[in-house]
């Protein structure tokens, strides 16, 4: 029953345009059950006839007609079903892959098979045992003998239940007891009823089989039958064959992995390094911005900004500009920056604004305090607000009415070292100011000393209650009403749509306010932090783009490294694509091995630094790795293994199986 049928098969090679014919037209049929071995000088075509049996090769003039189809259109797709549906191939130099078991290289095949995981085991052990290997289902291929490797070659051919078992010189390369054993396994396998197709130079080989076929010179010259084919057995197989599925690309990648792991440490250490130091880089950023914003905001609640009356007659100055002028006009408490209770409602109105409180800030002339023998000139006076935080006190408590708030400066000049004491003190406070007509009032006053804050030179203030201060001027005749208020705001992501819509209150077409917010002096340093940390960061991502080099290099050494397993794999049945993504996979467990690495290297790093520098920072970790930086540095890391493999992969995807094969 004949299984195979070739019609005038021709194959010219050509060097340039010169026309080398090596097959001229050969025509040959093969029966089930036989054993054909083909006999011939050493290049009379044989290997290249067995590619084109095999489905290896595509590029011949004739017809292939397996099992009464004939091959048509010989495209890549269906030689690769061809292949591992219905040829196994057997060389002579075994072709194991090197870093599979025993078992694993037996697995190959029916990994591209429909059976279950646990069947494909059983099938494989089951081979084993056919071929007396099944002890060794745990060794490499480097821990067994020639004869050995070739048994496990022979199990793995045979794993697919192929009609049609393709052996080139199978026994080249065995001693005379492994070549016995070999060829009755071979005629075993001729006897299950399929077709073993021999390539030999051997005369002891060919006389074990049923038909010996003469080539020479591309031409059939001799086809004789030695025993007539063994018997047909039908036997339905109880499996499909399938591609390689993406489980066991991956598996089969990983084991190259682990295999490979020395080499692969290096180029981890080397990609989590860089990995690394952008994460750190960008987590000192995060840290020390956050270090600088909770510095800030101690000194001043970020929630409230300091709304002061517009004094500039020119609508369109920037807040930023209009403010100074409002400061200026502030010194002297004038009734052009004096805010109306119509002008509070206002704001007191808008969206989010939870309170406003009122607040002085004023410049008096000749403003003393004294204390028994200590007498000390102050530069201002201002109210305690929202915007003040309770942080700031060193002693005490917030100002209530007639009371004051001093520095430590004047509280250690009074006592140096039981100056906490001067709170509960009374201190007598004297200053002028002047009125609304431009003439000079005196105001002297005692107030109870409430609390101590940390002197400040430039301001260099003493800290009253609103009311305190606005009783004072009342009594006095002068301007008391606010010379700027303080909204309170619901929520920090508020306070920007807040102050914008203060800045554009309007009235008579002339704008009402300018305003001051912490935020306004943490955005230029948390943008500066930010672009040193991008610019650090980015520096530490060249050692990143070494790293890709560094992949890329790799990734093809390991192609040219792999290529005869690349031309086994093709010879199985794997298809270009299968081989691609092998190598990619293989490259992403890299990368993502090394994105782990760099993490747990940059979590370490933090905790170390954020340790050694805790005292000099208040316990503030100025090493903040972000979940962000995190998870940007594994889809970066992943994004390099895609990209330094695309290449490579390519390459080896695109290898030609029988030069593969071929290569030593
Ligand atoms: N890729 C190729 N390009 C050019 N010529 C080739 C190529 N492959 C094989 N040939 C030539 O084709 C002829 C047949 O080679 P082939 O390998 O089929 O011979 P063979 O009978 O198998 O020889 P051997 O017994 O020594 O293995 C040889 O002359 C060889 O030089």
Do not use: C
């Amino acid at each position: 029953m004949t299984i195979l049928t070739l019609n005038n098969i021709r194959k010219s090679y050509f060097l340039g345009k010169e026309e080398f014919p090596v097959l001229k037209g050969i025509d040959l049929s093969f029966d089930k059950g036989d054993f054909v071995s083909i006999l011939g000088e050493s290049g009379g075509g044989k290997s290249t006839l067995m590619n084109i049996i095999g489905g290896l090769d595509r590029k011949y003039d004739g017809e292939v007609i397996v099992n009464g189809v004939k091959q048509a259109d010989k495209k890549e797709k269906s030689m690769d079903e061809y292949r591992r549906d219905t040829v196994g191939f057997i060389f002579q130099s075994f072709n194991l892959v090197s870093y599979l078991s025993v078992l694993d290289n037996v697995l190959i095949s029916l990994k591209m098979t429909n059976l279950s995981h646990k069947a494909q085991i059983q099938k494989a052990e089951a081979l084993l045992k056919q071929v007396g290997l099944f002890e060794h289902k745990k060794k490499n291929p480097n821990q067994l003998s020639g004869g050995q490797k070739q048994r496990v070659a022979i199990a793995r051919a045979l794993a697919n239940d192929p009609d049609i078992i393709i052996a080139d010189e199978p026994t080249g390369a065995l001693d005379s007891q492994n070549t016995q054993d070999v060829l009755t396994i071979l005629s075993d396998i001729a006897k299950s009823g399929k077709t073993v197709i021999v390539v030999t130079h051997s005369q002891e080989v060919a006389d074990h089989g049923t038909r010996i076929v003469h080539l020479a010179d591309g031409q059939v010259t001799s086809d004789e039958r030695i025993k007539p084919a063994y018997p047909a057995v039908e036997k339905a197989r109880d499996f499909k064959t399938k591609t390689l599925s993406f489980s066991a690309k991956t598996r089969m990648a990983s084991q190259h992995f682990l295999h490979n792991w020395k080499q692969n440490l290096m180029i981890m250490i080397g990609v989590a390094i860089g990995l690394f130091s952008v994460m750190f880089f960008l987590g000192l950023g995060n840290g020390a911005k956050g270090y600088m914003n909770k510095m800030v905001t101690d000194l001043a609640n970020p929630n409230v900004p300091l709304v002061m009356k517009r004094v500039t007659e020119d609508n369109n100055k920037k807040n930023d500009e209009a403010m100074g002028e409002s400061q200026q006009s502030m010194i002297v408490n004038s009734e052009k920056t004096a805010i109306t209770d119509t002008l509070v409602d206002k704001v007191a109105k808008l969206d989010h604004v939870k309170k406003v409180e009122k607040g002085f800030n004023v410049m008096p002339a000749n403003l003393e305090v004294t204390i028994g023998t200590t007498k000390e000139p102050f530069r201002q006076i201002q109210t305690w607000t929202d915007m003040n935080t309770d942080s700031s006190l060193l002693t005490g408590e917030k100002p209530g009415q007639n009371e004051v708030v001093v520095t430590d400066t004047f509280a250690k000049k009074w006592d140096k070292s039981n100056w906490k004491k001067l709170v509960g003190k009374t201190i007598h406070i004297s200053y002028k100011m002047a009125d609304a007509a431009g003439k000079e009032v005196d105001i002297a006053q005692d107030l109870k000393v409430s609390g101590v804050i940390k002197g400040n030179a430039a301001t260099n203030a003493l800290t009253m209650n609103f009311k305190t201060v606005s009783q004072t001027f009342k009594d006095k005749g002068l301007v008391s009403e606010p010379n700027y208020i303080v909204p309170t705001i619901d929520d920090s992501h508020n306070v920007d749509s807040v102050v914008k819509k203060i800045q554009s209150l309007k009235t008579n077409g002339k704008k009402d306010f300018v305003t001051f917010s912490v935020g306004t002096v943490l955005e230029p340093i948390n943008t500066i932090t930010s672009i040193v940390t991008i610019v650090l960061a980015m520096i530490a991502g060249i050692s990143l783009l070494v790293s890709l080099m560094m992949i890329i290099a790799t990734t093809y050494m390991s192609v040219a490294e792999r290529t005869k397993e690349i031309g086994i794999l093709r010879a199985l049945g794997a298809r270009k694509r299968d081989i691609r993504s092998l190598f990619v996979v293989e490259t992403i467990i890299l990368g993502l091995a090394s994105a782990v690495l760099g993490i747990i290297v940059a979590f370490i790093g933090q905790v170390i630094v954020n340790s050694a520098v805790s005292n000099l920072l208040d316990k503030y970790s100025i090493i903040q790795v972000s979940a962000g930086a995190v998870i940007g540095s594994i889809i970066i890391a992943i994004i390099i293994a895609l990209f330094a493999s695309l290449m490579p992969a390519g390459k080896a995807a695109s290898l030609n199986p029988i030069e593969a094969l071929s290569n030593d």
